[in-house]
């Protein structure tokens, strides 16, 4: 298995402020994601997070207002830009190692303002 | 594309006693991976059971068991004994298979289950 974890866990935000999201999984995995879900919805893929290389944004994303990094095996940023009440969400990361499996975070409850 | 339909936005159960969540899919593939995801209130999301689409015999772990028909393209979990940590958001996921598992899988809306005392 593998244990993810997030920081923060909640922030409040102003409209018109960028947050980073942090996300850490304890073993190397060959693939990471991030999810958009709001409570009590379905999750909402946003982008497939690639290393040392541009994430893979599904559609209705934009690097411009969510950009990515994911510099190693084990670590991956979402940044939430120039941010309107519409982008309060649950942010997810999640992570797969090879197999099929899905791994979850404990998911980031952001709230703007 | 594949979608996944959960059609019971909610639903309740006694302690002890049995339910069954359910899942259709639809998809042209012949190979691939159903799963069902368990996540409690405010703690993270994890894989309750896994079915492999090649595989005729259900998928079955401790308390949870899958009726999978692939012709049928139906997918319905059961919890058996329910506890009141079975009170969790469910949801039913689908993935193609390939190998090198680059596959993103497709999750249904989710069924709220609730379980009484």
């Known amino acids: 298995s593998a244990v993810i974890s997030q920081k923060p866990s909640r922030d409040i935000c102003q409209r018109g402020t960028s947050l980073t999201i942090q996300c850490q999984v304890d073993?190397?995995?060959?693939?990471m994601f991030w999810y958009r879900q709001q409570p009590g919805q379905s999750l909402t893929l946003i982008a497939t997070?690639?290393?040392?290389?541009?994430?893979?944004?599904e559609s209705g994303f934009v690097i411009d207002k969510f950009p990515i990094s994911r510099p190693n095996l084990t670590f991956s940023t979402l940044t939430v830009s120039n941010m309107s009440p519409e982008d309060s969400s649950i942010y997810l990361c999640s992570a797969r190692r090879g197999g099929h499996e899905q791994y979850f975070g404990p998911g980031t409850r952001l709230t703007v303002t | 594309a594949q979608t996944v339909t959960q059609s019971q936005p909610e639903m309740s159960v006694q302690e002890a006693e049995t339910v069954t969540l359910s899942c259709t899919y639809d998809?042209?593939?012949?190979?691939?991976?159903l799963f069902w995801y368990k996540q409690p209130p405010s703690r993270q999301m994890i894989l309750v059971i896994r079915?492999?689409?090649?595989?005729?015999q259900n998928a079955t772990e401790n308390r949870f068991s899958v009726n999978f028909q692939k012709a049928a393209k139906s997918f319905s979990l059961k919890i058996s004994d329910s506890q009141l940590g079975d009170t969790a958001m469910y949801f039913c996921?689908?993935?193609?298979?390939?190998?090198?598992?680059?596959?993103?899988?497709?999750f249904g809306r989710g069924t709220s289950l609730i379980v009484h005392p």
């Open positions: 073993s190397q995995v060959t693939m």
């Open positions: 079915q492999e689409a090649y595989k005729q």
């Open positions: 996921a689908f993935m193609k298979h390939a190998s090198g598992g680059s596959y993103i899988p497709t």
């Open positions: 997070a690639n290393q040392g290389s541009e994430a893979t944004y």
């Open positions: 998809t042209s593939e012949s190979n691939y991976y």
